[in-house]
């Protein structure tokens, strides 16, 4: 590794850092400035009994003293503190749950819209200006600009309600189908229009046309150089896309009832419970930042022709 690839990588490193700090310390004062307190909508409580709470959880101290607080715990120990709605939890143990089913659904859907997206994006450069290049762009179109929780729905009703043949509810590895489906299609839509893009610059350029005047066949130059260049684009954009269908879970969860980390985000917010509030949305950003880091890196890793600045 050279020193300016290492000196790309630790500058990347730091800024990463940077982001995560300004993301918690954003999200801390911006969930104490919310009007109110977690615990306003507790039932018939009293002055004294939401002081005691207060001291409990340390609300009652100064704010500057609580933000070095949760910044050393969630910094030294990624502990996001205790749960003020689900009591007796700690909000780590909360996201670790959620995460479990929401990681499944992002790794799946991400898996199959780089699947079903890269042969379709291909096909679509290989068949350029024909009917079903025509076809496949009218429907990524539809797919890229139709928003989640609209085509979550439509399917809720198809599959689940006018033909039900599959259950509605995604508590259930079979009620896991439609919500996948709902996060694969954008990235899907996307990574085709992408891979026929990048494929259609490939093609035009001049070591294909020296290949094909060599008489290599049109299967290898498909294969074994245009398809394999083309990908560059689809695998930087795959880090930062299995990170955005995670977080972007968040409304296709509420949709079909999944028990991931999107139902508790949304709970948390109409409880304030916020410390789970702040601690998903920290975990989330976390988890954009790495997978932009890491497709930061394998633009070089990919491509040693990309130059680092």
């Known amino acids: 590794m050279s020193s300016k690839t290492l000196a790309y990588i ?22 104490h400035a919310v009007p109110g307190g977690p615990f306003m909508g507790e039932k018939a409580i009293s002055a004294a009994a939401q002081a005691a709470l207060e001291a409990k959880y340390g609300l009652d101290k ?14 030294t120990r990624f502990d996001f503190g205790p749960s003020l709605k689900q009591r007796g939890r700690m909000v780590i143990d909360v996201i670790a749950d959620g995460m479990r089913t929401s990681a499944k659904l992002g790794v799946i859907a991400a898996a199959l819209a780089a699947v079903v997206g890269i042969p379709l994006g291909a096909l679509a450069a290989l068949r350029r200006n024909k009917f079903i290049d025509k076809v496949i762009m009218v429907i990524t179109t539809a797919f890229v600009s139709m928003p989640s929780f609209i085509m979550g729905s439509l399917l809720l009703v198809l599959f689940a309600i006018k033909l039900a043949i599959l259950p509605a509810n995604g508590a259930s590895s079979q009620g ?14 996307y990574i085709t229009r992408l891979t026929r893009s990048s494929m259609l610059d490939v093609l035009g350029q001049d070591y294909i046309r020296t290949a094909k005047a060599k008489g290599v066949s ?14 560059i684009p689809v695998i930087t954009y795959f880090g930062p896309m299995l990170a955005y269908i995670v977080t972007g879970s968040l409304v296709v969860e509420q949709i079909f009832a999944v028990p991931g980390i999107g139902r508790a985000f ?28 890491i497709s930061d890196i394998l633009y070089k890793v990919v491509d040693p022709r990309i130059n680092l600045e």
């Open 10 to 31: 630790l500058k990347r490193i730091g800024l990463a850092i940077v982001t995560v700090w300004v993301v918690i310390t954003v999200t801390f004062f911006v969930m």
């Open 62 to 75: 100064p704010l500057m003293e609580q933000y070095f607080t949760y910044l050393k715990d969630v910094v």
């Open 176 to 189: 896991l189908i439609l919500p996948i489906v709902t996060l694969a299609l954008y990235p899907m839509a």
């Open 218 to 231: 049109g299967v290898k130059i498909i294969f074994g150089h245009a398809l394999k260049n083309s990908l």
């Open 266 to 293: 949304v709970s948390s917010i109409t409880n304030r419970d916020y410390p789970m509030v702040m601690g998903t949305t920290i975990v989330l950003a976390v988890l954009i930042v790495i997978m932009n880091l």
